[in-house]
């Protein structure tokens, strides 16, 4: 039986807090972050905000509960059963299953042992915690019990959730069963669910994380939610101190640039499309002021030989070296081929030495930790206008929101804060002032200490709306529709639309399916405001992207990469009459774009042309002038019906709302389907007689609408109590 902590309490008066993180390795000092999955982020979080508290004049003793470890592979610190970081500060290590380590996904079948375990120690105290504080599901599972069970108010950090890891395993090409039987992710699903049902207040780094991840669950309560984004080493991140240009790593920076004084435009990010570092190269080498007035800095990752990176770091760096070489950047850009991760912050104050400027472009950016670090360092920042920048920015006051899918943003961004030394001053103070203000461990815990204490205090009691759990654990519909023309052209009826989205995104995912490229959707999506699609497929079907990331999906890629050789198709229709490749803008690695002359071309002699030549493709016009050539197993329909595959959504509940000779597939077979009043079209006339393809009266979203009650869709498959249920 699991014995008690043995602590006594040396502070007379305040708060007794209890963090729970069970899974990784967890030690008071030398944290060997990095040494697998479990032993990350979480820990060093966890570690750092129990040292933060137990510094607060308001806490009076810190405990931070962990799982023992008893395993020769590993160091006898874990084994400890209380590690002593002080008279009011200890790390307690609670037995539960096998003694050796084992990961965070095979802990589920003991966490009701550690919960056990853990009461047993607590009785054994002469004073209960005044607050039980939870870390990711496992823990999350445990404290609940816990809560429940001596009436102590729970507070949780997620880390991470389930139903979006779920997502980017699926776009990882694993199946349903393969992630149950790897991830026990139904088990953590109902876990997350049951710690929402039972938490007092939820703790979240950004408002984004609230809106794309929380709201999806059933237990959601928005008054539950609280925004404390967590600490920054300020000793190790701090400004310039003089010595920065005589260091070795400012030479080894600079060793490619022409007119290395210059001051640094930095980024820092891993070579990740998402990333959008050539939209960066491309504002810089369309800009000669920029070019004039500053030195572009690429810290994206480590590389020997590219060929040998996996092939999204490949095609990334592809695109950096084209674009460098197309605005003839030699002697202007800088891209470091090797970093170590402690040289990160001397890349921060270095480019503070130059009076440069840190610019985060990427399309999508949940919190924005690079941001923070480069505020705490010196830097002005501008960053994208997406997720946690914004409340960076909001907050620090230090520089400038960029929309990342517009280069020339960028570039006037970047001109604005480097052309004006008084402002780069400004910036730069109100940047290291506002990280110690909100993002500094002190900061932190201030504003932890006034959430948790009117909690303890009871002065603040969560009101719970009532909520009604649906039957199914995961999403069971889905709608899918074009982007031009169904999407746009009625704002009033897409505001509705994006209504009914929200209401019902619980239950009903949202998919976009264009022939756009991604950078090219994206803007429309936002200069329109349309609501934020869970899965986008671009580019014809020949990419599919998941929100709230934009995970690509790397097995789908990989699946219609067959027999499929570009440029022998391009070279073999060049001189076809009629034919004109459209802008690099449109193309893609597997999508070839023309515009067509209907006068001109005969599309069946260009399939017979291409079938002769040995090209398994799929061909597909649109609106009779635009002309795609997609890999055999790729259009919009085969990447629907994969999706509807690997989320287990049957045909039955897939919307589909189309209207171009792009889309047909997608409305064929057993998809209920709609083709919108604005965009019937010959190209689809032939299917006025099929049953399930219905022909809206109204135009646009209002369309949509028409039709998704044409369907009665949101109450498909309702089982005798209401609950819906899988057809």
Request: some cysteine; charged content about 25%.
């Amino acid at each position: 039986m699991q014995k008690g902590f043995d602590i006594k309490n040396t502070k007379s008066e305040g708060l007794y807090i209890v963090l729970i993180s069970i899974h990784g390795l967890i030690r008071g000092k030398d944290l060997e972050l990095g040494r697998d999955a479990d032993t990350g982020g979480q820990t060093l979080y966890v570690v750092q905000l129990a040292k933060a508290l137990n510094n607060h004049p308001d806490v009076a003793r810190v405990d931070l509960v962990t799982r023992r470890v008893i395993d020769s592979s590993v160091s006898n610190d874990y084994a400890t059963p209380v590690e002593i970081l002080s008279d009011t500060l200890r790390i307690v290590r609670i037995e539960a299953g096998p003694e050796e380590y084992i990961p965070k996904e095979q802990l589920w079948d003991h966490l009701d042992n550690f919960s056990d375990n853990l009461a047993t120690a607590l009785k054994a105290e002469d004073i209960l915690p005044d607050i039980l504080h939870s870390h990711y599901a496992d823990a999350g599972y445990v404290g609940a019990h816990i809560s429940n069970q001596f009436g102590i108010p729970l507070i949780h950090t997620g880390h991470s959730l389930g139903r979006v890891k779920r997502s980017r395993l699926l776009a990882s090409g694993l199946t349903s069963a393969d992630i149950e039987e790897r991830y026990n992710i139904i088990r953590r699903i109902e876990a997350e669910e049951f710690t929402l049902a039972v938490a007092e207040r939820v703790i979240t780094s950004t408002h984004q994380e609230i809106q794309e991840q929380y709201e999806l669950y059933d237990h959601y309560q928005p008054e539950q939610m609280r925004v404390i984004p967590p600490g920054t080493n300020l000793k190790k991140f701090m400004p310039p101190t003089g010595q920065e240009l005589d260091d070795p790593l400012f030479d080894e920076i600079v060793k490619p640039l022409k007119e290395p004084d210059k001051p640094m435009i930095l980024a820092l990010s891993r070579p990740d499309k998402r990333k959008n570092i050539v939209a960066l190269i491309e504002a810089y080498g369309e800009s000669p002021e920029l070019q004039t007035s500053a030195n572009l800095v690429i810290i994206a990752g480590n590389r020997d030989d590219i060929d040998d990176l996996d092939e999204g770091a490949q095609e990334v760096f592809h695109e950096l070296l084209v674009t460098i070489d197309r605005y003839d950047l030699y002697g202007k850009v800088s891209m470091p081929k090797h970093h170590q991760r402690d040289q990160v912050p001397m890349f921060y104050r270095i480019a503070a030495a130059t009076s440069g400027v840190f610019v985060n472009p990427a399309l999508t950016e949940p919190f924005g930790l690079t941001l923070i670090e480069a505020a705490a360092s010196g830097l002005p920042i501008v960053a994208t206008e997406d997720g946690g920048p914004q409340d960076i920015i909001g907050n620090c006051e230090n520089g400038f929101l960029i929309n990342p899918l517009e280069p020339s943003t960028i570039a006037d961004a970047l001109r604005r804060v480097l052309d004006d030394k008084t402002l780069w001053h400004r910036l730069m103070k109100k940047g290291i002032e506002g990280v110690r203000e909100y993002y500094s461990w002190d900061a932190h815990v201030k504003h932890y200490i006034k959430v948790v204490k009117p909690i303890v205090q009871h002065a603040e009691i969560l009101i719970r709306k009532p909520l009604q759990r649906r039957s199914e654990l995961y999403r069971d519909r889905i709608i899918v529709s074009d982007l031009d023309q169904n999407l746009i052209g009625d704002n009033g009826s897409l505001k509705r639309l994006s209504l009914v989205l929200r209401q019902h995104r619980k239950s009903t995912g949202f998919v976009i399916a264009t022939g756009r490229r991604l950078d090219s959707a994206l803007k429309l999506i936002k200069k329109l405001a349309i609501q934020e699609p869970d899965i986008l497929i671009t580019s014809g079907g020949t990419e599919i992207y998941y929100a709230p990331k934009l995970t690509t999906d790397v097995h789908w890629t990989k699946h219609i990469d067959h027999h499929w050789m570009p440029h022998r198709i391009r070279e073999l229709l060049k001189d076809i009459p009629g034919l004109k490749k459209q802008p690099k803008s449109e193309q893609s690695r597997f999508k070839i774009s023309y515009y067509i002359d209907p006068e001109l071309v005969d599309i069946e002699e260009i399939h017979r042309l291409l079938h002769q030549e040995e090209h398994s493709v799929h061909v597909q016009v649109a609106f009779g002038q635009y002309l795609d050539i997609l890999p055999q197993r790729a259009s919009k329909g085969m990447a629907l019906r994969y999706i509807a595959e690997q989320w287990q959504i049957p045909l039955e509940n897939v919307f589909v709302a189309g209207g171009s000779g792009a889309d047909e597939d997608m409305m064929r077979g057993n998809t209920l389907a709609a083709v919108i009043a604005n965009r019937h079209h010959e190209e689809l006339s032939h299917l006025e007689d099929i049953e399930h393809i219905y022909f809206a009266t109204k135009p646009y979203a209002n369309g949509i609408l028409e039709s998704l009650d044409h369907y009665d869709f949101f109450n498909l498959h309702k089982d005798v109590n209401g609950e819906t249920s899988h057809a």
